[in-house]
C-alpha cells in the first residue's frame, strides 16, 4: 500500500530523493551536536574543576598559613621574657597594665587573632576584655578550663572550634553575645593529673577564616571546611558551624577517597551537585566547594537552546524549501527518468534497434510476408508494401561534440533527438527511427504523397521545426538528407547509401541545412581546374600577399562547389599540394621551417564539415605563414641595420663616406637601401652620417684646444661653411662659442 502510494503521490521526488536527504543531514546534524555538546560539557566541567581547586588550593594556603602564624606567634610569646612572667610568676597588680600593652601588641600585630589567653594554673590573663586577670571562678569562658582539663584529647598546638563568650561586648556597642573562635593550644608540660598548669591560648577569629574562604566564591557556589571526623569547622549557607556532616555521602566518599583533590558529581541536599575537594596540611582539614551541576552548564543549556531553535528554522525551511522544488521538478525529472528507464532497462526496445539496423545494412532479398511477420514482432507499424522515404539526420560539428560530451551522455542526447523527432511526426506519418551512426539517426518514413519530398510543405515544415527544437532543447545542430521515395522494404539499403552519399553536400550547403537531391543544381560539364588562380594564389603566398592568396583559394573553392563532390575533393587535394609547393619554396628562400605536414592536413580538411570552415582553416595556415615571414624580415633587417651602423661608426672621419658606397659594401642599390634605413631608423642615412660626425666634432671641441678646421677635417666634413651651419642647427651656437661655453662651465665646476 505504502509502495503504491509513494509512486502514485505527486511528492515522489520529495518522498524517494529529498525527504531522505533531508532527514540524513539532520541527522549528521543532531549527532555531531551530541557529541559537541558533551565536548563542551566535559569542557566546562574541566575548566570549573580547575578554577575550583586553584581557589581551594589558594584557601588550604591560607589556613596552612594562618595555623603556622599561629604556631610562631605562640612560640615566640612562650620565650619572651614578659609572657614567662605571667605564665610562671605572680605579678603585682601595679604591673598589669605593663603586660596587657605586651599582650595587646602580640594581638595588633596579627590581625586573625581576636583574643589572647595567657593561663598559669590559677589565674588566666586575657586581651582584649574588661579586666586583665581572672581566676577560674570569675572568667566567663568557662569552656577553656574543660579543654586544659582534658589534655588527652586536646594536644599542644591543636586548633578546637569552640563557641566563646564575645569579651568586646563591654567594650564596644553592637557587637554579638557569642563568638566562634579556632582557640590554638600551646604547652610545654603537662602533668600527671592530666591537666594543663601553664598554657598559651590564641584565640582565631572565625570571621577572618570565613572571609579567606568566601573571598573564592560566587554567588552559586558554596565553599567550606571540615575535619577529618566530618565537622564542619567553617560557615555554610545551609548548615551551622559544628554540624556534623559526617553521614553525607558526598562527605563519605571524600573521607574514602586517598587522593589530595577530586571531583565529583553527586546529589547534595537534593540538588544535582558538582563537588570539589582539596586536604589541607592543617590537621587533616579538608576544604570542599559545591556549585549546582545547573549552573555550570547554564551557557551550554542556552546554546543547545538556541541551536535547537536554529535547527528547527532550518528543518521547516528545508522542507518548505524541498516542497516547492520537488512540485517544479517532479514532472520532468519522472519523464526523464521513466525514458532513460526504458531505453537502458526495456531489453525489447534494443533487440527492435538492432533488427532494425540488420533491415537497412542488409542488402540479401526477403520475402514480403517474412518482412511482415518481423514487423509485427517488433510492433513496428510499417506495411512491407508501402512506398517509403529514408530521412538521414546527421549532427553538426561532431568533433565538438564528442569532445564536450562522454559516451553516455552522447548516448543520451541523441535518444533526445529521436524522441522529438517521434514526437513532432506521430500523427502525420507512419515511421520508425534507427539509431544508425554515432552521429547518424535514420528516420524511416511510410511515404505515399505524390509530390517529392521538397515540394512537401508538411514534411519539410515538420524537419525545420524539429532542427528548431533540437536546438533550443538540445543545444545541438542537425542537417537532414532526404531521399527520393522508393517502394518496399527490399530496396532499404540502397537508398540508405545514396541518402548517404547525398548528405555530405553538406560541405558545400553547410551546417542545419535541408538537403534534397532535386534540388542540387551539379554542373554535368567537364571541370577545368583553374591554373591561373593556382599560379595566383601560390605566387602571392611566396611573396607575403596575403589577402591575393585568400582571394585566390576562395575563387577556386567556389568554382569547384558547383560540380559534383569528387571533383571537389580533388581540388581540395591539389590545393594542399600547391600550398605545400609554396611553402617548400619559402622554406628555401627565407631560410624558415614551417611545421606542414600534407598528409596529417589532408585528413584533417577531409574530417572539416563545411567549405565555410575549409576556407577559414586555410586562411589560418596562411596567416601563420604571413607571420613567419614578416619575423624573418624583421630578423634580416635588424642585422643589416647593425652592419650599415658598424659601418659608419668606423668611417664616418672618411669624407667620401655615403649611401652610395654603403650600399656597395651591403650589396644593395642605393634607394632601395635608403628607403629601407629610413622605414626603420626614421632618419636619412646621410642625416644619421653628419650626426655622427656632429658629435664626434662637438666632444673633441669641448675638450681639447685643436684647431676647429682640423677637428671638421679629422671628423669628416669638407666644407667650413657647411660644418658651421649643421653645427648651429643642432646645438643653437657656433663651435667657437661651444667651447667658450664649455671652457666657462669647467671654470665654474673647479
Not at 581551594?56 to 604556631?71: D, F, G, I, P
Not at 567553617?234 to 559526617?246: A, F, V
Not at 562547389?561 to 580533388?570: G, Q, Y
Not at 628555401?588 to 621551417?593: C, W
Request: glycine content about 4%.
Amino acid at each position: 500500500m505504502l509502495k503504491k502510494f509513494i509512486l502514485k503521490n505527486p511528492f515522489q521526488l520529495f518522498l524517494t530523493i529529498l525527504l531522505p536527504f533531508l532527514l540524513s543531514t539532520l541527522l549528521v546534524v543532531f549527532v555531531q551536536f551530541s557529541f559537541q555538546g558533551r565536548i563542551f560539557e566535559n569542557f566546562a566541567l574541566e575548566m570549573v574543576y580547575n578554577q575550583q581547586k586553584t581557589d581551594l588550593q589558594n584557601t588550604s594556603r591560607n589556613v596552612s598559613l594562618m595555623e603556622k602564624s599561629a604556631n610562631s606567634v605562640a612560640t615566640s610569646a612562650f620565650f619572651d621574657e614578659g609572657i614567662q612572667d605571667l605564665l610562671y610568676s605572680d605579678i603585682h597588680s601595679e604591673d598589669y597594665r605593663k603586660y596587657q600593652r605586651k599582650l595587646e601588641l602580640y594581638k595588633n600585630i596579627y590581625p586573625f587573632l581576636q583574643s589572647i589567653y595567657i593561663y598559669n594554673g590559677h589565674n588566666i590573663h586575657t586581651v582584649p576584655s574588661m579586666g586583665f586577670v581572672f581566676d577560674r571562678n570569675t572568667f566567663d569562658d568557662k569552656g577553656i578550663f574543660t579543654i586544659l582539663d582534658d589534655i588527652q584529647n586536646n594536644r599542644t598546638h591543636s586548633i578546637v572550634l569552640r563557641k566563646i563568650p564575645n569579651p568586646l561586648v563591654g567594650l564596644s556597642s553592637n557587637e554579638e553575645q557569642f563568638i566562634y573562635v579556632y582557640s590554638y593550644l600551646f604547652f610545654d608540660s603537662q602533668v600527671q593529673s592530666g591537666k594543663v598548669s601553664e598554657a598559651i591560648v590564641l584565640n582565631i577569629s572565625e570571621e577572618w577564616l570565613r572571609q579567606s574562604i568566601s573571598s573564592t566564591e560566587d554567588t552559586n557556589n558554596r565553599i567550606f571546611m571540615i575535619d577529618r571526623n566530618g565537622i564542619l569547622l567553617s560557615s555554610d549557607s545551609i548548615h551551622p558551624l559544628q554540624s556534623d556532616l559526617k553521614d553525607k555521602n558526598y562527605i563519605q566518599m571524600i573521607n574514602a577517597s586517598a587522593e589530595n583533590s577530586g571531583n565529583l558529581r553527586i546529589d547534595v541536599d537534593g540538588v544535582d551537585s558538582f563537588v570539589t575537594y582539596a586536604a589541607t596540611d592543617v590537621f587533616g582539614w579538608k576544604l570542599i566547594s559545591i556549585t549546582p551541576y545547573s549552573e555550570i552548564v547554564k551557557e551550554i543549556q542556552n546554546m543547545k537552546q538556541k541551536t535547537y531553535l536554529l535547527v528547527l528554522c532550518f528543518i521547516v525551511g528545508s522542507i518548505a524549501l524541498t516542497l516547492y522544488f520537488s512540485r517544479k521538478l517532479y514532472l520532468p525529472m519522472k519523464l526523464v527518468i521513466q525514458n532513460y528507464n526504458i531505453f537502458e532497462r526495456n531489453n525489447f526496445h534494443f533487440r527492435k534497434q538492432e533488427f532494425l539496423r540488420k533491415m537497412v545494412y542488409s542488402d540479401d532479398p526477403v520475402s514480403i510476408d517474412a518482412f511482415q511477420k518481423q514487423l509485427s514482432q517488433y510492433h513496428i507499424a510499417l506495411k512491407p508494401s508501402d512506398s517509403f522515404l529514408v530521412v538521414l539526420i546527421k549532427l553538426d560539428n561532431y568533433s565538438e561534440f564528442c569532445a564536450k560530451y562522454n559516451m553516455n551522455d552522447r548516448s543520451l542526447l541523441k535518444y533526445g533527438v529521436i524522441n522529438i523527432v517521434s514526437e513532432l511526426l506521430t500523427g502525420a506519418y507512419a515511421h520508425e527511427c534507427i539509431d544508425i551512426d554515432e552521429d547518424q539517426v535514420l528516420v524511416l518514413i511510410s511515404y505515399s504523397s505524390p509530390a517529392l519530398p521538397s515540394g512537401n510543405e508538411q514534411l519539410t515544415g515538420a524537419f525545420k521545426k524539429i532542427q528548431d527544437n533540437v536546438s533550443s532543447y538540445l543545444n545541438l545542430s542537425i542537417s537532414v538528407t532526404f531521399s527520393e521515395p522508393f517502394e518496399t522494404l527490399a530496396g532499404l539499403n540502397l537508398h540508405y547509401l545514396k541518402t548517404l552519399d547525398l548528405s555530405f553536400y553538406r560541405l558545400v550547403l553547410g551546417h542545419k541545412s535541408l538537403i534534397f537531391n532535386e534540388n542540387l543544381h551539379i554542373l554535368a560539364d567537364d571541370f577545368k581546374y583553374p591554373q591561373d588562380l593556382d599560379k595566383k594564389m601560390t605566387d602571392s603566398l611566396i611573396q607575403g600577399q596575403l589577402d591575393e592568396a585568400k582571394a585566390a583559394l576562395s575563387s577556386i573553392i567556389q568554382h569547384a562547389s558547383r560540380h559534383s563532390l569528387t571533383t571537389l575533393n580533388s581540388v581540395l587535394i591539389r590545393l594542399l599540394l600547391s600550398i605545400r609547393h609554396a611553402i617548400e619554396v619559402l622554406e628555401a628562400n627565407n631560410s624558415i621551417n614551417v611545421n606542414f605536414n600534407f598528409n596529417i592536413y589532408l585528413a584533417k580538411v577531409q574530417k572539416i564539415e563545411t567549405l565555410d570552415m575549409i576556407q577559414s582553416d586555410f586562411a589560418e595556415l596562411f596567416e601563420k605563414l604571413s607571420i613567419e615571414l614578416e619575423s624573418k624580415k624583421d630578423n634580416k633587417y635588424a642585422k643589416l641595420l647593425e652592419d650599415i651602423d658598424r659601418i659608419i661608426q668606423k668611417e664616418y672621419a672618411n669624407p667620401a663616406l655615403s649611401l652610395v658606397t654603403i650600399a656597395e659594401k651591403v650589396n644593395l642599390s642605393p634607394s632601395y637601401l635608403g628607403k629601407l634605413f629610413k622605414k626603420h631608423r626614421l632618419i636619412s642615412i646621410t642625416d644619421y652620417i653628419n650626426e655622427i660626425r656632429l658629435k664626434s666634432a662637438r666632444d673633441r671641441i669641448a675638450e681639447s684646444d685643436e684647431a676647429i678646421n682640423t677637428i671638421m677635417e679629422t671628423c669628416g666634413f669638407l666644407s667650413r661653411s657647411h660644418f658651421f651651419t649643421l653645427f648651429k642647427k643642432v646645438y643653437g651656437v657656433t663651435p667657437v662659442q661651444y667651447r667658450s661655453n664649455a671652457k666657462l662651465l669647467k671654470g665654474d665646476e673647479t
